[in-house]
């Protein structure tokens, strides 16, 4: 369990809400607590992220942090399940997503930040933070978050799909492999634009919101050391075991 704060007493409201959530074996009040106590950073609130922000203020998370530049767009619909029609062309992605959270939520404080991760303003982004989740498309944006969450001890939740395949891993710093151990640099094929349905994102927001909930509450196993990647057009899931570079540039010396 990440949180070390006090918790605070829920209210009948809560326990109302959260009462099923409760009922998990090993969860209880005292896990409900503290993802009301934790921050959680979600990197791009598109495909991946609105779903990864949707599953964790229905769980309760007391706090978060939103980063996305841009307005919507019509392409993000089929996708963005935090977007609106209404707002294409006209509403920034990120306060589009915290007007819906906040309709779901109204107890979540959430901090919108309508710029993309960079070297520039992660430490910024990533201030009082209990985990990271990143559903950045970019390897710039991505290895700013990993280099700051090795940097200060965060756990950070790496997640990303094309087509119809994703996959994921859960990073401790000092104690599992970091993003550049697995991608020392920026694949050249990488492409900004690249197809996907938006039921793939779904899939892997949702395992990504579950490692998120496991590592604040303490239940369960996080997906560590390990990098899960999934076909879902033949339905075949594969785990791979992944280990530390020796002399990786940014996690060698922790």
Not at 40 to 46: E, F, K, T
Not at 235 to 243: G, H, P, S, V
Request: hydrophobic letters at 40%; glycine letters at 8%.
């Amino acid at each position: 369990m990440l949180s070390c704060v006090e918790p605070i007493e829920l209210t009948e409201e809560e326990r109302a809400i959260y009462q099923w959530q409760m009922w998990v074996p090993g969860f209880g009040e005292q896990g409900q607590q503290a993802l009301r106590n934790a921050t959680v950073l979600i990197s791009r609130v598109g495909g991946l992220g609105s779903v990864v922000a949707y599953e964790l203020a229905a769980a309760g998370v007391g706090r978060m942090v939103l980063a996305h530049a841009g307005s919507i767009k019509y392409s993000d619909l089929n996708r963005q399940l935090l977007m609106t029609y209404d707002g294409v062309g006209v509403t920034e992605r990120v306060y589009s997503a915290e007007q819906r959270l906040k309709q779901l939520n109204p107890r979540l404080e959430i901090v919108s930040y309508p710029e993309n991760a960079n070297m520039n303003n992660i430490s910024k982004l990533m201030d009082g933070v209990d985990v990271v989740i990143d559903c950045a498309p970019l390897f710039q944006e991505r290895f700013a978050m990993n280099q700051e969450a090795v940097k200060h001890d965060i756990p950070l939740i790496e997640c990303a799909m094309y087509s119809m395949e994703a996959q994921i891993t859960t990073i401790i710093p000092g104690k599992t492999p970091c993003l550049s151990c697995i991608y020392p640099v920026e694949p050249p094929q990488w492409k900004r634009e690249f197809p996907v349905i938006g039921a793939t994102s779904g899939t892997v927001g949702c395992m990504a919101a579950m490692e998120a909930i496991k590592l604040i509450t303490g239940i369960g196993s996080p997906l560590t050391n390990t990098l899960l990647t999934m076909d879902l057009a033949s339905m075949e899931f594969k785990r791979w075991q992944l280990q530390r570079r020796a002399n990786c540039d940014v996690c060698s010396i922790k």
